[in-house]
């Protein structure tokens, strides 16, 4: 099947498989897999126009929705988390997007930054590991989800300063202006690449602001999936502005097909993931994306 805006020519149950691969596992570690998405359009199916970044974001917005339901449903959104990083990041990934555009239309050039990113992510996933979070038992997990079940997350307080909500009976607070400054970069970096900047802020928010990663994975993706419809919106508006010299608007279709298979993927990680140790995710997407990362940095030095 050839895509026109792309001009990708690929069968249609490979971008499907490959979007359903990385959304199952990346989800279980509170992830939506479009980091892993855009290397593949980059290096397999020769996607390198500035239009791959909006496409990705297209992904994040066909496939999100089907984990966002679940936290909900869940009672494991926090919404007062939601407001801020929609608020911060939405014009962050308007600027990401003119940056992408103006400043990294060289291939070369885009790789190197994608593989910052990798590299950043991928150290994450190390450090977790190395630091043995998230190693709970398979049945202690289970039964910290059955706890949640009719003690959904309640927002406490909202100022301009802190904020503060409830989960299982216990308080976290956190510098609001603080986390909208950061939300704000994080739109940027997912602005250029096209993650929607879940991928980056979660790690932030559960090491440095001391957030259970039950409250935050929901309020993530949710602020992704947002700013992700705001980034597409802004590609294809600003196409207009850049006449046929560069493809800047998103290939619908080869995101969509990408989106479903992320749909199916993400929704099924969620219910698998208590049967699956944390551990053995996280160490195969630590691998993957580290090795993904190194290339793409060595290669723009040649190596």
């Not at 855009?38 to 994040?60: D, E, H, I, K, R």
């Not at 059955?146 to 956190?174: A, C, P, W």
């Not at 998103?250 to 298979?261: E, K, Q, R, T």
Request: charged share 10%; with cysteine; glycine share 12%.
């Amino acid at each position: 099947m050839y895509f026109e805006v792309s001009g990708v020519q690929v069968f249609p149950a490979i971008p499907f498989l490959v979007a359903f691969v990385a959304s199952f596992f990346s989800s279980m570690g509170g992830l939506s897999g479009a980091f892993l998405l855009l290397p593949f359009q980059v290096s397999v199916l020769g996607f390198t126009s500035p239009a791959v970044s909006p496409t990705n974001l297209v992904y994040n917005i066909v496939a999100i929705p089907s984990g966002v339901y679940r936290y909900i449903k869940e009672g494991r959104m926090a919404w007062v988390l939601v407001g801020i990083i929609i608020t911060g990041t939405i014009p962050g990934v308007i600027i990401g997007a003119v940056v992408r555009i103006t400043y990294l239309p060289d291939p070369a050039k885009f790789k190197f930054f994608v593989g910052c990113v990798l590299l950043y992510i991928g150290f994450r996933l190390v450090h977790d590991l190395v630091k043995g979070k998230n190693e709970k038992s398979i049945k202690d997990t289970a039964t910290e989800l059955n706890q949640v079940h009719g003690k959904g997350i309640r927002t406490v307080k909202f100022s301009i300063t802190k904020s503060t909500y409830r989960f299982l009976d216990e308080d976290f607070t956190f510098n609001t202006m603080g986390l909208f400054f950061l939300t704000f970069v994080v739109g940027i970096i997912g602005g250029v690449y096209g993650i929607g900047g879940g991928a980056i802020i979660a790690p932030f928010l559960v090491t440095f602001y001391r957030l259970p990663v039950y409250t935050i994975a929901g309020a993530a993706l949710l602020g992704t999936l947002v700013t992700s419809i705001a980034g597409v919106f802004f590609y294809s508006v600003i196409e207009a502005f850049y006449g046929d010299s560069v493809t800047i608007s998103p290939d619908w279709m080869l995101g969509m097909l990408f989106g479903a298979g992320g749909f199916v993927g993400m929704y099924c990680g969620a219910r698998l993931q208590k049967h699956v140790s944390a551990k053995i995710i996280k160490a195969i997407l630590a691998v993957l994306i580290l090795f993904i990362s190194v290339r793409y940095i060595l290669n723009r030095f040649h190596f």
